[in-house]
Protein backbone atom coordinates (compact mmCIF):
# COMPACT_ATOMS: atom_id res chain seq x y z
CA UNK A 1 0.00 0.00 0.00
CA UNK A 2 1.21 3.89 -1.04
CA UNK A 3 1.49 5.78 2.41
CA UNK A 4 -1.83 7.92 1.87
CA UNK A 5 -0.17 11.03 1.66
CA UNK A 6 2.04 9.79 -1.64
CA UNK A 7 -1.15 9.51 -3.67
CA UNK A 8 -2.80 13.08 -3.96
CA UNK A 9 -5.66 11.27 -5.32
CA UNK A 10 -6.43 9.09 -2.69
CA UNK A 11 -8.28 10.88 -0.22
CA UNK A 12 -10.42 12.91 -2.46
CA UNK A 13 -13.61 13.40 -0.59
CA UNK A 14 -16.72 11.84 -1.96
CA UNK A 15 -18.98 14.01 -4.40
CA UNK A 16 -22.18 15.15 -3.26
CA UNK A 17 -24.56 12.31 -3.61
CA UNK A 18 -21.93 9.55 -3.55
CA UNK A 19 -21.85 7.67 -0.37
CA UNK A 20 -19.62 8.45 2.26
CA UNK A 21 -17.88 4.61 1.43
CA UNK A 22 -16.60 3.09 4.48
CA UNK A 23 -13.65 1.65 1.77
CA UNK A 24 -16.52 -1.54 1.17
CA UNK A 25 -14.66 -1.28 -2.54
CA UNK A 26 -10.97 -1.01 -2.92
CA UNK A 27 -11.09 1.15 -6.38
CA UNK A 28 -14.08 2.98 -5.64
CA UNK A 29 -11.61 6.15 -4.69
CA UNK A 30 -9.86 6.36 -7.81
CA UNK A 31 -13.47 5.73 -10.06
CA UNK A 32 -15.03 9.35 -8.11
CA UNK A 33 -12.06 10.76 -8.52
CA UNK A 34 -11.85 10.00 -12.48
CA UNK A 35 -15.12 11.57 -13.04
CA UNK A 36 -15.00 14.10 -10.66
CA UNK A 37 -13.66 17.05 -11.89
CA UNK A 38 -15.81 16.12 -15.33
CA UNK A 39 -16.41 14.55 -18.65
CA UNK A 40 -14.02 16.46 -20.91
CA UNK A 41 -10.87 16.02 -18.74
CA UNK A 42 -7.92 13.93 -20.35
CA UNK A 43 -5.77 13.34 -17.44
CA UNK A 44 -4.37 10.47 -17.06
CA UNK A 45 -5.79 7.58 -15.15
CA UNK A 46 -4.42 8.31 -11.11
CA UNK A 47 -3.08 5.10 -11.22
CA UNK A 48 -0.48 5.21 -13.56
CA UNK A 49 2.76 6.38 -11.86
CA UNK A 50 3.74 10.30 -13.26
CA UNK A 51 6.85 10.03 -14.70
CA UNK A 52 9.03 12.64 -15.92
CA UNK A 53 8.77 13.89 -19.60
CA UNK A 54 10.05 10.82 -21.58
CA UNK A 55 11.27 11.63 -25.62
CA UNK A 56 8.20 9.10 -26.70
CA UNK A 57 5.83 12.12 -25.09
CA UNK A 58 7.59 14.37 -26.05
CA UNK A 59 7.75 12.79 -30.06
CA UNK A 60 4.76 11.11 -30.86
CA UNK A 61 2.11 13.58 -30.43
CA UNK A 62 3.50 16.34 -32.50
CA UNK A 63 4.60 13.43 -35.23
CA UNK A 64 1.41 12.50 -35.97
CA UNK A 65 0.00 15.62 -35.94
CA UNK A 66 2.31 17.11 -38.16
CA UNK A 67 1.53 13.72 -40.49
CA UNK A 68 -2.43 14.98 -40.06
CA UNK A 69 -1.84 18.49 -41.25
CA UNK A 70 0.72 17.04 -44.06
CA UNK A 71 -1.41 14.60 -45.55
CA UNK A 72 -4.60 17.14 -44.96
CA UNK A 73 -2.27 19.87 -47.27
CA UNK A 74 -1.79 17.29 -49.52
CA UNK A 75 -5.35 16.70 -50.14
CA UNK A 76 -6.64 20.36 -50.34
CA UNK A 77 -4.09 21.74 -52.77
CA UNK A 78 -4.79 18.76 -55.39
CA UNK A 79 -8.48 18.81 -54.83
CA UNK A 80 -10.49 20.56 -56.99
CA UNK A 81 -11.97 23.74 -55.35
CA UNK A 82 -14.62 25.83 -56.90
CA UNK A 83 -15.47 29.60 -56.47
CA UNK A 84 -17.25 29.53 -53.20
CA UNK A 85 -14.64 26.76 -51.47
CA UNK A 86 -11.99 28.98 -52.67
CA UNK A 87 -13.72 32.03 -51.03
CA UNK A 88 -13.50 30.54 -47.50
CA UNK A 89 -10.37 29.35 -47.73
CA UNK A 90 -7.82 31.47 -49.68
CA UNK A 91 -7.11 35.36 -48.75
CA UNK A 92 -5.53 33.72 -45.09
CA UNK A 93 -9.09 33.01 -43.75
CA UNK A 94 -7.76 29.84 -42.89
CA UNK A 95 -5.04 31.30 -40.94
CA UNK A 96 -7.09 34.43 -39.47
CA UNK A 97 -9.45 32.52 -38.03
CA UNK A 98 -6.82 29.21 -36.47
CA UNK A 99 -5.24 32.35 -34.77
CA UNK A 100 -8.98 34.04 -33.30
CA UNK A 101 -9.56 30.14 -32.30
CA UNK A 102 -5.97 30.57 -30.00
CA UNK A 103 -6.68 33.89 -28.71
CA UNK A 104 -10.79 33.15 -27.57
CA UNK A 105 -8.75 30.40 -26.55
CA UNK A 106 -5.78 31.86 -24.63
CA UNK A 107 -8.08 34.53 -22.86
CA UNK A 108 -10.76 32.92 -21.53
CA UNK A 109 -8.50 30.11 -20.12
CA UNK A 110 -6.54 33.75 -18.71
CA UNK A 111 -9.63 34.75 -16.99
CA UNK A 112 -10.86 31.33 -15.97
CA UNK A 113 -7.46 30.72 -13.83
CA UNK A 114 -7.76 34.03 -12.61
CA UNK A 115 -11.17 33.52 -11.40
CA UNK A 116 -11.53 30.14 -10.36
CA UNK A 117 -8.21 29.74 -8.57
CA UNK A 118 -8.80 31.98 -5.69
CA UNK A 119 -12.51 31.64 -5.66
CA UNK A 120 -11.52 27.93 -4.78
CA UNK A 121 -9.09 29.13 -2.18
CA UNK A 122 -11.23 31.37 -0.55
CA UNK A 123 -14.36 28.73 0.33
CA UNK A 124 -11.78 26.46 1.53
CA UNK A 125 -10.65 29.20 4.31
CA UNK A 126 -12.56 28.44 7.63
CA UNK A 127 -14.68 31.70 7.59
CA UNK A 128 -15.94 31.05 4.16
CA UNK A 129 -16.64 27.39 3.86
CA UNK A 130 -19.82 27.25 4.10
CA UNK A 131 -20.86 29.03 1.17
CA UNK A 132 -18.71 25.75 -0.78
CA UNK A 133 -21.68 23.48 -1.26
CA UNK A 134 -24.01 26.81 -2.52
CA UNK A 135 -21.41 27.36 -5.10
CA UNK A 136 -21.16 23.04 -5.42
CA UNK A 137 -24.63 23.09 -6.61
CA UNK A 138 -24.75 26.42 -8.65
CA UNK A 139 -22.09 24.71 -10.26
CA UNK A 140 -23.63 21.15 -10.98
CA UNK A 141 -26.66 23.10 -12.67
CA UNK A 142 -24.44 24.93 -14.80
CA UNK A 143 -23.09 21.56 -15.75
CA UNK A 144 -26.27 20.24 -17.17
CA UNK A 145 -26.31 23.74 -19.21
CA UNK A 146 -25.34 23.28 -22.57
CA UNK A 147 -22.62 25.39 -24.14
CA UNK A 148 -24.53 26.17 -26.83
CA UNK A 149 -27.80 27.65 -25.14
CA UNK A 150 -25.91 29.49 -22.52
CA UNK A 151 -23.58 31.16 -25.70
CA UNK A 152 -27.29 31.77 -27.34
CA UNK A 153 -28.33 33.52 -24.21
CA UNK A 154 -25.56 35.66 -23.64
CA UNK A 155 -25.69 36.34 -26.98
CA UNK A 156 -29.45 37.84 -26.69
CA UNK A 157 -28.21 39.70 -23.73
CA UNK A 158 -25.00 40.93 -24.76
CA UNK A 159 -25.18 41.52 -28.27
CA UNK A 160 -22.49 38.85 -31.08
CA UNK A 161 -18.69 39.57 -30.77
CA UNK A 162 -15.85 38.00 -29.42
CA UNK A 163 -16.34 39.16 -26.01
CA UNK A 164 -19.60 37.39 -25.64
CA UNK A 165 -18.30 34.33 -26.58
CA UNK A 166 -15.09 34.81 -24.07
CA UNK A 167 -17.56 35.28 -21.88
CA UNK A 168 -19.54 32.54 -22.24
CA UNK A 169 -16.36 30.24 -22.16
CA UNK A 170 -15.26 31.49 -18.82
CA UNK A 171 -18.32 30.82 -17.47
CA UNK A 172 -18.63 27.59 -18.71
CA UNK A 173 -14.74 26.44 -17.91
CA UNK A 174 -14.65 27.67 -14.27
CA UNK A 175 -15.86 25.16 -12.81
CA UNK A 176 -13.64 21.78 -12.84
CA UNK A 177 -10.61 24.80 -12.25
CA UNK A 178 -12.71 25.60 -9.39
CA UNK A 179 -13.76 21.88 -7.82
CA UNK A 180 -10.41 20.66 -8.57
CA UNK A 181 -8.72 23.36 -6.64
CA UNK A 182 -11.45 23.18 -4.11
CA UNK A 183 -10.83 19.07 -4.20
CA UNK A 184 -7.09 19.63 -4.23
CA UNK A 185 -6.65 21.61 -1.41
CA UNK A 186 -8.89 19.23 0.53
CA UNK A 187 -7.46 16.62 0.14
CA UNK A 188 -4.37 17.71 2.32
CA UNK A 189 -3.91 16.25 5.30
CA UNK A 190 -5.18 18.39 8.38
CA UNK A 191 -1.99 17.60 10.31
CA UNK A 192 0.04 18.94 8.05
CA UNK A 193 -1.60 22.20 7.93
CA UNK A 194 -1.71 22.29 11.96
CA UNK A 195 2.12 21.35 11.92
CA UNK A 196 2.74 24.04 9.67
CA UNK A 197 1.26 26.83 12.17
CA UNK A 198 2.94 24.64 15.37
CA UNK A 199 6.21 25.79 13.74
CA UNK A 200 4.98 29.26 14.04
CA UNK A 201 4.41 29.78 10.30
CA UNK A 202 1.53 32.48 9.45
CA UNK A 203 -1.89 31.68 7.73
CA UNK A 204 -0.39 32.79 4.21
CA UNK A 205 2.60 31.16 4.49
CA UNK A 206 0.99 28.09 5.37
CA UNK A 207 -1.64 28.67 2.34
CA UNK A 208 1.75 29.90 -0.15
CA UNK A 209 4.37 27.39 1.07
CA UNK A 210 1.94 24.07 2.20
CA UNK A 211 -1.30 23.86 0.61
CA UNK A 212 -0.77 25.41 -2.62
CA UNK A 213 2.28 23.04 -3.46
CA UNK A 214 0.68 19.71 -2.35
CA UNK A 215 -2.61 20.94 -4.34
CA UNK A 216 -1.13 21.69 -7.78
CA UNK A 217 -1.51 18.58 -9.37
CA UNK A 218 -5.46 18.81 -9.20
CA UNK A 219 -5.30 21.99 -9.82
CA UNK A 220 -3.21 21.43 -12.44
CA UNK A 221 -5.76 18.33 -13.64
CA UNK A 222 -8.31 21.19 -13.83
CA UNK A 223 -6.37 23.69 -15.64
CA UNK A 224 -5.94 21.47 -18.61
CA UNK A 225 -9.89 20.25 -18.19
CA UNK A 226 -10.27 23.80 -18.49
CA UNK A 227 -7.95 24.54 -21.83
CA UNK A 228 -9.82 21.68 -23.41
CA UNK A 229 -13.25 22.79 -22.56
CA UNK A 230 -12.20 25.82 -23.90
CA UNK A 231 -10.42 24.56 -27.47
CA UNK A 232 -14.31 22.90 -28.40
CA UNK A 233 -15.96 25.74 -26.84
CA UNK A 234 -14.82 28.21 -29.18
CA UNK A 235 -15.80 26.05 -32.21
CA UNK A 236 -18.97 27.38 -30.90
CA UNK A 237 -17.88 30.81 -30.96
CA UNK A 238 -18.71 31.34 -34.76
CA UNK A 239 -22.74 31.40 -33.59
CA UNK A 240 -21.64 34.51 -31.86
CA UNK A 241 -20.07 36.19 -34.17
CA UNK A 242 -16.81 35.25 -32.29
CA UNK A 243 -14.81 34.10 -34.91
CA UNK A 244 -12.58 30.98 -34.83
CA UNK A 245 -12.26 27.57 -36.98
CA UNK A 246 -16.08 27.01 -35.99
CA UNK A 247 -16.57 29.63 -38.75
CA UNK A 248 -15.31 27.02 -41.15
CA UNK A 249 -17.05 24.09 -40.04
CA UNK A 250 -20.15 26.17 -40.34
CA UNK A 251 -19.42 27.87 -43.64
CA UNK A 252 -18.92 24.40 -45.11
CA UNK A 253 -21.74 22.76 -43.81
CA UNK A 254 -24.04 25.89 -45.22
CA UNK A 255 -22.75 25.83 -48.10
CA UNK A 256 -21.86 22.25 -48.53
CA UNK A 257 -18.06 22.72 -49.32
CA UNK A 258 -17.11 19.32 -47.93
CA UNK A 259 -13.14 20.19 -48.52
CA UNK A 260 -13.95 23.91 -46.48
CA UNK A 261 -15.58 21.34 -43.50
CA UNK A 262 -13.42 18.41 -43.19
CA UNK A 263 -10.08 21.59 -43.45
CA UNK A 264 -11.50 23.13 -40.49
CA UNK A 265 -12.34 20.07 -38.26
CA UNK A 266 -9.02 18.63 -39.10
CA UNK A 267 -7.63 21.54 -37.91
CA UNK A 268 -9.73 22.26 -34.74
CA UNK A 269 -9.14 18.23 -34.12
CA UNK A 270 -5.03 19.28 -34.17
CA UNK A 271 -5.40 22.28 -32.04
CA UNK A 272 -7.13 20.29 -29.66
CA UNK A 273 -4.93 17.44 -29.16
CA UNK A 274 -1.99 20.01 -29.78
CA UNK A 275 -3.30 21.92 -26.55
CA UNK A 276 -3.41 18.86 -24.63
CA UNK A 277 -0.43 17.48 -25.55
CA UNK A 278 1.24 21.43 -24.38
CA UNK A 279 -1.07 21.30 -21.06
CA UNK A 280 -0.23 17.52 -20.06
CA UNK A 281 3.73 19.14 -20.47
CA UNK A 282 3.11 21.33 -18.65
CA UNK A 283 1.44 19.32 -15.97
CA UNK A 284 4.49 17.14 -15.42
CA UNK A 285 7.30 19.67 -15.09
CA UNK A 286 5.20 22.14 -12.57
CA UNK A 287 3.99 19.06 -10.33
CA UNK A 288 6.45 18.96 -7.47
CA UNK A 289 9.02 16.12 -7.40
CA UNK A 290 8.31 15.26 -3.74
CA UNK A 291 4.68 14.10 -5.25
CA UNK A 292 5.36 11.86 -7.90
CA UNK A 293 3.88 8.89 -7.21
CA UNK A 294 6.70 6.29 -7.08
CA UNK A 295 9.85 8.53 -7.38
CA UNK B 1 -45.24 37.53 -26.48
CA UNK B 2 -44.40 36.40 -22.79
CA UNK B 3 -42.03 32.87 -22.24
CA UNK B 4 -45.53 31.53 -20.47
CA UNK B 5 -47.54 32.42 -23.88
CA UNK B 6 -44.63 30.96 -25.89
CA UNK B 7 -44.61 27.78 -24.10
CA UNK B 8 -48.59 27.62 -24.61
CA UNK B 9 -48.31 27.97 -28.58
CA UNK B 10 -45.79 26.14 -28.81
CA UNK B 11 -46.12 23.00 -26.91
CA UNK B 12 -46.94 20.63 -29.21
CA UNK B 13 -43.26 21.48 -30.89
CA UNK B 14 -41.18 21.93 -28.05
CA UNK B 15 -42.65 18.22 -26.59
CA UNK B 16 -41.68 16.69 -29.85
CA UNK B 17 -38.31 18.20 -29.66
CA UNK B 18 -38.07 17.09 -26.07
CA UNK B 19 -39.04 13.76 -26.70
CA UNK B 20 -36.70 13.11 -30.07
CA UNK B 21 -33.89 14.85 -27.50
CA UNK B 22 -34.83 12.32 -24.88
CA UNK B 23 -35.18 9.65 -27.10
CA UNK B 24 -31.48 9.97 -28.94
CA UNK B 25 -29.79 10.38 -25.87
CA UNK B 26 -31.05 7.34 -24.15
CA UNK B 27 -30.54 5.49 -27.39
CA UNK B 28 -27.07 6.24 -27.82
CA UNK B 29 -26.68 5.75 -24.21
CA UNK B 30 -27.74 1.60 -23.95
CA UNK B 31 -25.34 1.27 -27.29
CA UNK B 32 -22.91 2.67 -25.85
CA UNK B 33 -23.01 1.10 -22.43
CA UNK B 34 -23.47 -2.23 -23.74
CA UNK B 35 -20.09 -1.48 -25.86
CA UNK B 36 -18.16 0.29 -23.34
CA UNK B 37 -18.51 -2.53 -20.44
CA UNK B 38 -17.90 -5.29 -23.34
CA UNK B 39 -14.81 -3.14 -23.88
CA UNK B 40 -13.87 -2.90 -20.39
CA UNK B 41 -14.28 -6.26 -20.01
CA UNK B 42 -12.23 -7.63 -23.00
CA UNK B 43 -9.24 -5.05 -21.69
CA UNK B 44 -9.38 -4.60 -18.06
CA UNK B 45 -6.70 -8.08 -17.79
CA UNK B 46 -4.29 -6.91 -19.48
CA UNK B 47 -2.50 -3.65 -18.38
CA UNK B 48 -1.70 -2.38 -21.92
CA UNK B 49 -5.07 -3.09 -23.19
CA UNK B 50 -6.50 -1.85 -20.62
CA UNK B 51 -4.07 1.86 -20.48
CA UNK B 52 -4.41 1.76 -24.69
CA UNK B 53 -8.32 1.47 -24.19
CA UNK B 54 -8.15 4.79 -22.01
CA UNK B 55 -5.58 6.36 -23.86
CA UNK B 56 -7.87 6.15 -26.92
CA UNK B 57 -10.69 7.46 -25.38
CA UNK B 58 -9.23 10.00 -24.02
CA UNK B 59 -7.73 11.45 -27.12
CA UNK B 60 -11.11 10.94 -28.39
CA UNK B 61 -12.75 12.84 -26.01
CA UNK B 62 -10.54 16.05 -26.42
CA UNK B 63 -11.63 16.54 -30.27
CA UNK B 64 -14.44 19.17 -29.74
CA UNK B 65 -17.59 17.79 -30.69
CA UNK B 66 -18.47 19.92 -33.63
CA UNK B 67 -15.04 19.01 -35.50
CA UNK B 68 -16.21 15.18 -35.24
CA UNK B 69 -19.78 15.88 -36.40
CA UNK B 70 -18.00 17.97 -39.22
CA UNK B 71 -15.51 14.83 -40.33
CA UNK B 72 -18.50 12.38 -40.34
CA UNK B 73 -20.53 14.56 -42.14
CA UNK B 74 -18.61 13.60 -45.43
CA UNK B 75 -18.91 10.41 -44.60
CA UNK B 76 -22.48 10.05 -43.29
CA UNK B 77 -24.36 12.88 -44.57
CA UNK B 78 -26.09 14.98 -42.38
CA UNK B 79 -29.22 14.27 -40.10
CA UNK B 80 -29.45 11.16 -37.84
CA UNK B 81 -26.47 9.12 -38.68
CA UNK B 82 -24.16 11.50 -37.82
CA UNK B 83 -25.92 12.16 -34.09
CA UNK B 84 -26.07 8.52 -33.42
CA UNK B 85 -21.93 8.14 -34.70
CA UNK B 86 -21.13 10.81 -32.29
CA UNK B 87 -23.08 10.72 -29.34
CA UNK B 88 -22.31 7.12 -29.13
CA UNK B 89 -18.61 7.83 -29.47
CA UNK B 90 -18.57 10.48 -27.01
CA UNK B 91 -21.27 8.50 -24.82
CA UNK B 92 -18.64 5.36 -24.60
CA UNK B 93 -15.37 7.26 -23.21
CA UNK B 94 -16.49 7.59 -19.50
CA UNK B 95 -18.23 4.24 -19.51
CA UNK B 96 -14.60 2.56 -21.04
CA UNK B 97 -12.36 4.29 -18.49
CA UNK B 98 -14.95 3.50 -15.34
CA UNK B 99 -15.63 -0.02 -16.34
CA UNK B 100 -12.03 -1.22 -16.46
CA UNK B 101 -11.20 1.23 -13.02
CA UNK B 102 -13.56 -0.63 -11.66
CA UNK B 103 -13.29 -4.12 -12.67
CA UNK B 104 -9.66 -3.42 -11.80
CA UNK B 105 -10.44 -2.18 -8.56
CA UNK B 106 -12.53 -5.91 -7.41
CA UNK B 107 -10.68 -7.56 -4.66
CA UNK B 108 -8.57 -10.08 -6.24
CA UNK B 109 -9.27 -12.68 -3.07
CA UNK B 110 -13.05 -12.43 -3.99
CA UNK B 111 -12.47 -13.57 -7.07
CA UNK B 112 -10.04 -16.37 -5.83
CA UNK B 113 -13.03 -17.14 -3.50
CA UNK B 114 -15.92 -17.46 -6.22
CA UNK B 115 -13.00 -19.39 -7.98
CA UNK B 116 -12.29 -21.49 -4.86
CA UNK B 117 -16.21 -22.72 -5.02
CA UNK B 118 -16.35 -23.69 -8.20
CA UNK B 119 -18.00 -20.88 -10.38
CA UNK B 120 -16.92 -20.81 -13.84
CA UNK B 121 -15.23 -17.89 -15.69
CA UNK B 122 -18.54 -16.24 -17.02
CA UNK B 123 -19.94 -16.99 -13.95
CA UNK B 124 -17.42 -14.97 -11.52
CA UNK B 125 -17.14 -11.91 -14.27
CA UNK B 126 -21.48 -11.66 -14.28
CA UNK B 127 -22.25 -12.72 -10.42
CA UNK B 128 -19.17 -11.23 -8.79
CA UNK B 129 -17.41 -9.13 -10.47
CA UNK B 130 -19.63 -7.39 -12.88
CA UNK B 131 -21.89 -6.08 -9.51
CA UNK B 132 -18.94 -4.92 -7.46
CA UNK B 133 -18.10 -2.93 -10.18
CA UNK B 134 -21.70 -1.40 -11.14
CA UNK B 135 -21.33 1.72 -8.86
CA UNK B 136 -18.21 3.12 -10.72
CA UNK B 137 -20.17 1.87 -14.14
CA UNK B 138 -23.18 3.90 -13.32
CA UNK B 139 -21.24 6.59 -12.36
CA UNK B 140 -19.68 6.62 -15.92
CA UNK B 141 -23.15 6.48 -17.22
CA UNK B 142 -24.55 9.52 -15.60
CA UNK B 143 -21.51 11.49 -16.63
CA UNK B 144 -21.67 10.39 -20.15
CA UNK B 145 -25.67 11.27 -20.39
CA UNK B 146 -24.56 14.84 -18.83
CA UNK B 147 -22.14 15.44 -21.64
CA UNK B 148 -24.72 13.97 -24.55
CA UNK B 149 -27.54 16.09 -23.64
CA UNK B 150 -25.06 19.15 -24.52
CA UNK B 151 -23.29 17.32 -27.63
CA UNK B 152 -27.48 16.47 -28.86
CA UNK B 153 -27.75 19.95 -28.73
CA UNK B 154 -24.76 20.82 -30.56
CA UNK B 155 -25.87 18.07 -33.39
CA UNK B 156 -28.76 20.07 -34.14
CA UNK B 157 -26.73 22.05 -36.09
CA UNK B 158 -25.91 19.42 -38.76
CA UNK B 159 -30.01 18.80 -39.17
CA UNK B 160 -30.18 15.88 -35.93
CA UNK B 161 -33.08 16.15 -33.86
CA UNK B 162 -33.96 17.61 -30.68
CA UNK B 163 -34.22 20.86 -28.41
CA UNK B 164 -30.76 22.05 -30.13
CA UNK B 165 -33.30 23.12 -33.16
CA UNK B 166 -35.07 25.24 -30.86
CA UNK B 167 -31.92 26.88 -29.64
CA UNK B 168 -30.31 27.68 -33.37
CA UNK B 169 -33.73 28.47 -35.06
CA UNK B 170 -33.45 31.39 -31.92
CA UNK B 171 -30.05 31.96 -33.46
CA UNK B 172 -30.94 32.31 -36.84
CA UNK B 173 -33.51 34.77 -35.97
CA UNK B 174 -31.61 37.14 -33.32
CA UNK B 175 -32.88 40.05 -32.68
CA UNK B 176 -36.62 38.83 -33.63
CA UNK B 177 -39.02 38.75 -30.76
CA UNK B 178 -39.04 35.03 -30.18
CA UNK B 179 -35.40 34.66 -30.49
CA UNK B 180 -35.19 34.87 -26.38
CA UNK B 181 -37.86 32.70 -26.48
CA UNK B 182 -36.80 30.08 -28.67
CA UNK B 183 -33.30 30.05 -27.10
CA UNK B 184 -34.21 30.11 -23.76
CA UNK B 185 -36.87 27.23 -24.27
CA UNK B 186 -34.58 24.91 -25.58
CA UNK B 187 -31.89 26.15 -22.77
CA UNK B 188 -34.09 25.25 -20.13
CA UNK B 189 -35.35 21.95 -21.62
CA UNK B 190 -32.23 20.59 -21.50
CA UNK B 191 -31.00 21.40 -18.52
CA UNK B 192 -34.78 19.83 -16.98
CA UNK B 193 -33.96 17.06 -19.19
CA UNK B 194 -30.51 16.67 -17.89
CA UNK B 195 -31.57 16.69 -13.87
CA UNK B 196 -34.41 14.29 -14.51
CA UNK B 197 -32.05 11.79 -16.45
CA UNK B 198 -29.75 12.38 -13.16
CA UNK B 199 -32.51 11.64 -10.69
CA UNK B 200 -33.64 8.38 -12.47
CA UNK B 201 -29.97 7.52 -12.29
CA UNK B 202 -30.44 7.75 -8.48
CA UNK B 203 -33.07 5.72 -8.36
CA UNK B 204 -31.60 2.80 -10.48
CA UNK B 205 -28.24 2.90 -8.26
CA UNK B 206 -30.89 2.44 -5.96
CA UNK B 207 -32.61 -0.34 -6.97
CA UNK B 208 -29.45 -1.97 -9.01
CA UNK B 209 -26.36 -1.96 -6.17
CA UNK B 210 -26.18 -5.15 -4.32
CA UNK B 211 -27.11 -4.31 -1.22
CA UNK B 212 -23.71 -5.57 0.51
CA UNK B 213 -22.12 -2.98 -0.80
CA UNK B 214 -24.76 -0.04 -0.37
CA UNK B 215 -23.75 2.34 2.48
Request: hydrophobic fraction near 50%; proline fraction near 7%; glycine fraction near 10%.
Amino acid sequence: MNPPDMNPHRSVPPGPGERPSSSPLPGEHDVQDVFRDEEEEPAPPPAAPRRRITWRKLVLMPAALAVVLALTYLWITNVHLDSIAKNSLTGGNVQLRWWQHVKLTAISTFWVLIIAIPLGIALTRRRLRRGAPLVTVLANVGQATPAIGLLALLVIWLGIGASTAIIGMVIYAVLPVFSNTVAGLRAIEPNLVEASRGIGMSAMGTLTKVELPLAVPLILAGVRTALVLNVGTATLATFVGGGGLGDLITSGIQTQRMPVLVLGSVLTVVLALLVDWLASLVEVALTPRGLEVGA
Amino acid sequence: MSFWEYLGNRHQQLLTDAYQHVSAVFQCMVIATVLGILIGIVTYRSSWGGSLAITTTATILTIPSLAAIGLLIPLVGLGVPPTVITLTMYGLLPIVRNSIVGLRGVDPSLVDAAKGIGMSRIARLCRVELPLAWPPILTGIRVSTQMLMGIAAIAAYASGPGLGNEIFRGIASLGSANALNQVLAGTLGIVILALLFDAAYVLLGRLTIPRGIRA
